[in-house]
């Protein structure tokens, strides 16, 4: 003690109920107040030591936190003021600018596995566009709106594949398309983050597939337009395969009724000729696994033939029936 009061080297044990939450003090004291170097304890097990000024931190510290993260920081009046360095349990590093307390201007965010966050803070919040990079070299580009991901977005593969969505704070809402290494693009529909919706996937070489996402996966009515006119409908089942009823009908006219599994024609298929001396006459086709490995003439009436499904094969045409002289 020094005139009555504290200088040196001390200790103060704050009460239960201090305001702002201390439990102790332990450092250089001048004058009766915290000057120099010091620790102080608070009751949510966080500690900072540094330098102090008058009571409170000023100058260069470090955060200490119960969760086992730390800080490092520049405090100016005992608020952060300058650079600020933040290491997570995960080894993960924040670096920010803070101005009289909040975050301000640009920040980089270090993930162990060294891909990084490039953002913007403004009124202590995260706002701006930023950039995302993989350590595998991926390239994500979005915008924060009051610490939420929300608005535009660009998710680029180190392959060339992207995709490109909007979000609503942080949920992929709306409009969607996603274009892959080759080129092929299709252009979908997000509801609350899932895919729900009609989409369209279109090749590089022109062929066009229309189908609709139920619940993230593909699901009912599907119909490929090829480019040299072909039309092929078929169906996706709940758990997102081709499988079930296909018809297949080429620009001359000719067509392939029977079933594909996961995507495959399988079973017996019947084929209907269009030109030349069999023009309206029918073989039956054996498939297995996409390979055709057997066909033959269809004599008599149709009754007799034996094809898989082809009740479902009824439902199908019906299904496809437009009322003009489209062959669907």
Known sequence: MKEGMPEGEGEMVFNEDDPMGRVSYKG???????????????????????EFCENVPHGKGEFFYENGDSETVAMEDGARHGLSRYKSMDDS?????FWEGQPEG????IYPDES???????????????????????????????????????YTWTNGQYEEVHLVDGIKEGAGVEVSPNGDREDRWWVNGTLDGPATLTGVNGDRMEFTYVNGARNGTVKYYFVDGSIEVGIYNSAGEQTGPTKLTWTNGAVREGNKV?????????????????????????????????SKKCYGELGK?????????KKLEEL???GDSNPL
Not at 93 to 97: A, P, Q, S
Not at 262 to 290: F, H, I, Q, S
Request: glycine content about 12%; proline content about 3%; aromatic content about 12%.
């Open 28 to 50: 250089s004291w001048r004058e009766g107040k915290q000057h120099g170097n010091g620790a102080m304890k608070f009751l949510s097990g966080d500690e900072y030591v540094g």
């Open 262 to 294: 996961c995507g495959e024609w399988d079973g017996d298929c019947l084929y209907t000729y269009a030109e030349g001396p069999r023009a309206g006459k029918k073989d039956v086709e054996k498939w297995a696994n996409g390979k055709m490995e057997g």
């Open 305 to 313: 033939v034996t094809v898989e499904n082809w009740e479902d094969l």
């Open 320 to 322: 496809t029936i437009s």
């Open 106 to 109: 640009p920040s980089k965010l």
């Open 116 to 154: 990084y966050e490039e953002r913007n803070y403004s009124s202590g919040e995260k706002n701006g566009p930023a950039l995302l990079k993989t350590a595998q070299g991926d390239l994500y580009n979005f915008v924060y709106k009051a610490n939420v991901i929300h608005g535009p977005t660009k």
């Open 93 to 97: 590093v924040e670096e920010v600018m």
